[in-house]
């Protein structure tokens, strides 16, 4: 039984929590203006892609591992606002864990109660803020942001 709830939460509950992370991320970017945002999940070879406006959704054959949101003119981008893009995907996230909470206690569906702790943990861990070589977490990005902006005074 362990190994089936490993499973369903690896294949049914990990993907599209981080997409819609990732979304959040896009819809915040695409708020601000950012003309061209990608969004991705998995890894590997390209086996689906879909447009909506300014957003190209790219979902690769791996998708089970890694999610990412990508902007072009990110060097046009206030500070205020990579604090605020940063802040988009933790944001998405906990709306989707508030709104697994709701659906758990109205539905008493077990899966929701899963769901709602998966993407409160993706909004926590990501607020926490770290950088590993290259790779900021949106906590980093957004204190990061948040010093320029104060600092360099480059609003």
């Known amino acids: 039984m362990a190994m089936l709830n490993w499973l369903i939460l690896i ?3 990990v993907p599209p929590s981080m997409f819609f992370h990732e979304i959040g991320h896009a819809c915040f970017a695409s708020m601000r203006g950012v003309p061209r945002i990608d969004v991705g999940i998995g890894f590997g070879k390209e086996f689906f892609s879909f447009r909506i406006r300014n957003v190209h ?6 998708f089970l ?3 990412y949101a990508s902007y072009s003119g990110e060097d046009d981008l206030t500070y205020g606002d990579k604090a605020l893009i940063s802040l988009g995907g933790p944001l998405f996230s906990m709306a989707a864990a508030l709104l697994c909470w709701w659906g758990f206690f109205e539905f008493r ?4 109660f899963t769901f709602m702790f998966f993407n409160a943990w993706l909004a926590l861990i990501n607020l926490i803020p770290y950088k590993i070589k290259h790779k900021k977490s949106d906590g980093y990005a957004f204190i990061e942001a948040i010093l320029l902006r104060t600092f360099r005074k480059n609003s």
């Open 65 to 67: 591992f890694g999610a």
């Open 11 to 13: 294949i049914i509950i």
């Open 57 to 62: 959704v790219h979902l690769s054959l791996f």
């Open 109 to 112: 569906f077990n899966l929701l």
